[in-house]
């Protein structure tokens, strides 16, 4: 059984009402992510439909909503220009099958180590995207097709209706929340156009969105590995742009809900649907930052507003196309420029002065390549940068406490880790020449990580044995003393078992 309401504070009347909200601001974007992918419009409409359905039905995250989405078009677009869609239609099934197999040796998890500063970066850079992809609503086609911007009565009425779409979004709850102010803006809005015949462009000067039920369709690729090796690295990067995207919007929604999402499972969802998707014609997808914010702020908390937007999306494409291409671009456009300003961390701005250095050059860099390339690259860097950040610090933070014991014994108490980062300093503790016959480590506050850490060890070792001195360590953990035991006679030391033993970061009486 699925939980279609996940709060008590939800209702059944709100996830109603706010999927239709989504359904609604839905088409146009599906439609122009089509277009970018270099597809006919209802492929990107069944996408939206099927992914939609699918993720919110056994996605591991209600409330979350997904679809064909800008950050897997631009990937896509070059795989249709030279093989043709047939072959998207078969990277997207492969897609799926990665994902599925991500959810199912549950990496998932990983999402843990993306840092706080990145997901700033993220959170802000989509927001930019979303806001650069709304300007082309402010184009027109000339005679010759070169997209000009608007100008005059159109430019002006463009700008109002926007204007108007987003007060209406912004006061309306102030009265009354038993209605999504967003589907509101966009009927009364609708209604204003064509009840005063106003000049400004529509759904339907997009492209037509009627279309029958998605039938099963089987890529026409012939099986080969000459065409596995052309759809794998789309399938791969696609893969893992739809995770990452997915994860972090999950993320995104549990703090905004302060609920929990199920990382893994939403993996499992995510693949399912794409896999789906291919066999019927659809472009593929993953998690809507801005659709899920669309739905989170007009009331939807359960898998039945997901489920909603998904359904009311397919009776718009069957039965209702001309209702849906009677809504004027300018509502949606305010919509989403709504979502723009709920996406963007406005507070990152206010604290980039406070936090570290490296932490706000870490938020304005993933932001940045997030604009300028995609997702995956923007989190991928950022994660490598703050993971560097990481090792450079704690690299400096280890140092060794000296006292000599009985026997004219010298003991080191180090303190810090030992890993690559941290050799050089580790053996900058340490003064063979000058040290008594015996000398001793003591790891009560520091640990030896992986093979760096056993070849510092290792070395120091060599150079008190080429002095005639005897080296011991002393407090070891039990991941350390594992370490050595599997060195075998690479270690030349007597490790000192301690009776007293604890876990290395534990004081010791």
């Given at each position: 059984?699925?939980?279609?309401?996940?709060?008590?504070?939800?209702?059944?009347?709100?996830?109603?009402?706010?999927?239709?909200?989504?359904?609604?601001?839905?088409?146009?974007?599906?439609?122009?992510?089509?277009?970018?992918?270099?597809?006919?419009?209802?492929?990107?409409?069944?996408?939206?439909?099927?992914?939609?359905?699918?993720?919110?039905?056994?996605?591991?995250?209600?409330?979350?909503?997904?679809?064909?989405?800008?950050?897997?078009?631009?990937?896509?677009?070059?795989?249709?220009?030279?093989?043709?869609?047939?072959?998207?239609?078969?990277?997207?099934?492969?897609?799926g099958i990665i994902q599925v197999s991500a959810g199912l040796l549950k990496l998932g998890k990983f999402i843990r180590l993306i840092p706080h500063p990145v997901m700033l970066g993220f959170v802000n850079g989509l927001a930019i995207v979303i806001f650069l992809a709304q300007l082309g609503q402010f184009k027109v086609a000339d005679a010759s097709g070169t997209m000009q911007w608007l100008q005059g009565p159109s430019l002006y009425w463009m700008l109002g209706l926007v204007?108007?779409?987003?007060?209406?979004?912004?006061?309306?709850?102030?009265?009354?929340?038993?209605?999504?102010?967003?589907?509101?803006?966009?009927?009364?809005?609708?209604?204003?156009?064509?009840?005063?015949?106003?000049?400004?462009?529509?759904?339907?000067?997009?492209?037509?969105?009627?279309?029958?039920?998605?039938?099963?369709?089987?890529?026409?690729?012939?099986?080969?590995?000459?065409?596995?090796?052309?759809?794998?690295?789309?399938?791969?990067?696609?893969?893992?742009?739809?995770?990452?995207?997915?994860?972090?919007?999950?993320?995104?929604?549990?703090?905004?809900?302060?609920?929990?999402?199920?990382?893994?499972?939403?993996?499992?969802?995510?693949?399912?649907?794409?896999?789906?998707?291919?066999?019927?014609?659809?472009?593929?997808?993953?998690?809507?930052?801005?659709?899920?914010?669309?739905?989170?702020?007009?009331?939807?908390?359960?898998?039945?507003?997901?489920?909603?937007?998904?359904?009311?999306?397919?009776?718009?494409?069957?039965?209702?196309?001309?209702?849906?291409?009677?809504?004027?671009?300018?509502?949606?456009?305010?919509?989403?420029?709504?979502?723009?300003?709920?996406?963007?961390?406005?507070?990152?701005?206010?604290?980039?002065?406070?936090?570290?250095?490296?932490?706000?050059?870490?938020?304005?860099?993933?932001?940045?390549?997030?604009?300028?390339?995609?997702?995956?690259?923007?989190?991928?860097?950022?994660?490598?940068?703050?993971?560097?950040?990481?090792?450079?610090?704690?690299?400096?933070?280890?140092?060794?406490?000296?006292?000599?014991?009985?026997?004219?014994?010298?003991?080191?108490?180090?303190?810090?880790?030992?890993?690559?980062?941290?050799?050089?300093?580790?053996?900058?503790?340490?003064?063979?020449?000058?040290?008594?016959?015996?000398?001793?480590?003591?790891?009560?506050?520091?640990?030896?990580?992986?093979?760096?850490?056993?070849?510092?060890?290792?070395?120091?070792?060599?150079?008190?044995?080429?002095?005639?001195?005897?080296?011991?360590?002393?407090?070891?953990?039990?991941?350390?003393?594992?370490?050595l035991a599997n060195a075998g006679s690479m270690i030349e030391v007597n490790v000192i078992e301690d009776p007293r033993y604890r876990v290395a970061v534990d004081s010791l009486a």
């Amino acid at each position: 059984m699925f939980d279609f309401i996940v709060r008590k504070s939800a209702s059944s009347k709100a996830d109603l009402l706010s999927g239709l909200t989504v359904a609604l601001a839905l088409v146009p974007e599906a439609v122009a992510f089509a277009f970018v992918a270099g597809v006919a419009p209802l492929v990107g409409l069944y996408a939206a439909f099927m992914v939609g359905l699918i993720t919110a039905v056994i996605g591991g995250r209600p409330g979350m909503i997904s679809g064909a989405t800008g950050a897997l078009a631009v990937v896509m677009v070059d795989l249709v220009a030279e093989h043709g869609v047939e072959y998207l239609f078969a990277t997207v099934v492969l897609m799926g099958i990665i994902q599925v197999s991500a959810g199912l040796l549950k990496l998932g998890k990983f999402i843990r180590l993306i840092p706080h500063p990145v997901m700033l970066g993220f959170v802000n850079g989509l927001a930019i995207v979303i806001f650069l992809a709304q300007l082309g609503q402010f184009k027109v086609a000339d005679a010759s097709g070169t997209m000009q911007w608007l100008q005059g009565p159109s430019l002006y009425w463009m700008l109002g209706l926007v204007a108007l779409t987003m007060a209406i979004i912004v006061l309306l709850p102030k009265l009354t929340l038993a209605f999504p102010s967003a589907l509101a803006a966009i009927l009364i809005v609708t209604a204003l156009v064509h009840g005063f015949d106003l000049d400004t462009r529509t759904v339907g000067d997009l492209a037509s969105v009627a279309g029958g039920l998605p039938t099963w369709h089987l890529p026409l690729v012939t099986p080969s590995v000459e065409n596995l090796l052309i759809i794998l690295p789309y399938a791969v990067i696609l893969a893992s742009i739809g995770l990452i995207e997915s994860l972090m919007t999950l993320t995104l929604v549990d703090e905004i809900t302060e609920t929990r999402g199920r990382g893994n499972r939403e993996c499992i969802g995510q693949g399912v649907a794409n896999i789906v998707t291919g066999f019927f014609g659809g472009m593929g997808g993953c998690a809507m930052i801005g659709q899920s914010i669309i739905n989170i702020n007009s009331g939807g908390r359960g898998r039945l507003s997901g489920i909603t937007a998904a359904l009311a999306l397919l009776v718009f494409i069957v039965f209702a196309s001309s209702f849906i291409e009677m809504i004027p671009l300018a509502a949606l456009t305010g919509v989403m420029f709504m979502v723009v300003v709920g996406t963007f961390a406005w507070t990152s701005l206010r604290i980039l002065h406070k936090i570290p250095l490296s932490d706000a050059l870490v938020l304005v860099l993933v932001s940045a390549v997030t604009v300028f390339t995609d997702l995956a690259i923007a989190v991928a860097v950022g994660v490598i940068v703050s993971a560097l950040v990481f090792a450079w610090q704690n690299a400096r933070r280890i140092y060794a406490e000296t006292s000599l014991g009985g026997n004219g014994i010298k003991i080191y108490r180090l303190n810090g880790p030992l890993f690559f980062g941290s050799v050089r300093s580790f053996h900058d503790q340490f003064s063979p020449n000058d040290d008594p016959d015996e000398v001793v480590i003591d790891f009560r506050g520091s640990r030896v990580c992986a093979h760096s850490g056993l070849e510092a060890i290792n070395s120091l070792t060599e150079r008190y044995l080429a002095q005639g001195k005897r080296l011991r360590l002393k407090h070891l953990s039990p991941e350390c003393r594992s370490l050595l035991a599997n060195a075998g006679s690479m270690i030349e030391v007597n490790v000192i078992e301690d009776p007293r033993y604890r876990v290395a970061v534990d004081s010791l009486a």
